[in-house]
């Protein structure tokens, strides 16, 4: 079954706009503004479809205790992105000391399609295969080149951003961006031969 952001929640098609900084947010806030963006992020970090809903809940679990230490220095964005990297990142070294048996069990169900009544069927299938196609090719990246380009490409945060939400100079984010986009052209290029290979 397809995972999908609860409908019942905000899951917006792209992130909403920065408040402007020193701005203070209540909770409920912040929860409706920025689900989809906590969502979409850990998801294309990598959380698999059976751990999101409960890593989601968790990070917003954080982003609560902490929301009054928020002093605007970054934007809510920036501040958000570090968490939510920090929960996943805790929650792949637990999968890590479950060991590989354990950690397979939390493989990668059919990425969610966000199945649209106006689409066709064939419209679902096709768009459910590129998604398919994006998570093998994330999975492809180690840790480090994943996050940079998820937070760049996925939810266009700028490289001072990412850089400060990873705790890494900028020097370092555009490197691991550069390195990241190189890795992610090559293993696309090698499953377009493969697909070509497999036609008649």
């Known amino acids: 079954m397809p995972a999908e952001a609860p409908t019942a929640l905000p899951y917006p098609a792209a992130s909403p706009a920065t408040p402007a900084q020193g701005s203070v947010?209540?909770?409920?806030?912040?929860?409706?503004?920025?689900?989809?963006f906590v969502w979409r992020s850990a998801r294309g970090l990598g959380v698999a479809d059976a751990a999101l809903d409960d890593l989601v809940q968790e990070i917003f679990v954080v982003v609560h205790r902490r929301l009054h230490d928020f002093e605007g220095r970054s934007s809510i964005r920036t501040w958000l992105s570090g968490i939510v990297l920090n929960v996943v990142r805790h929650h792949r070294r637990s999968l890590a000391r479950k060991g590989p048996r354990l950690a397979g069990a939390d493989e990668h169900a059919e990425p969610?399609?966000?199945?649209?009544?106006?689409?066709?069927?064939?419209?679902?299938?096709?768009?459910?295969?590129?998604?398919?196609?994006?998570?093998?090719l994330l999975d492809s990246l180690d840790d480090e080149k994943?996050?940079?380009?998820?937070?760049?490409?996925?939810?266009?945060?700028?490289?001072?951003?990412?850089?400060?939400?990873?705790?890494?100079?900028?020097?370092?984010?555009?490197?691991?961006?550069?390195l990241a986009r190189e890795q992610f052209d090559a293993a696309l290029g090698r499953e377009r031969a493969r697909q070509r290979g497999r036609q008649p």
Do not use: H, M
Request: proline fraction near 4%.
């Open 112 to 136: 969610d399609e966000q199945a649209s009544p106006e689409r066709s069927p064939f419209e679902r299938a096709a768009l459910s295969e590129d998604v398919r196609l994006l998570q093998r």
């Open 146 to 178: 994943r996050e940079v380009l998820v937070l760049t490409e996925l939810e266009e945060l700028s490289a001072p951003e990412i850089a400060e939400a990873l705790g890494i100079n900028l020097n370092t984010a555009y490197s691991r961006l550069r």
């Open 25 to 36: 947010a209540t909770f409920a806030e912040v929860y409706e503004k920025w689900f989809g």
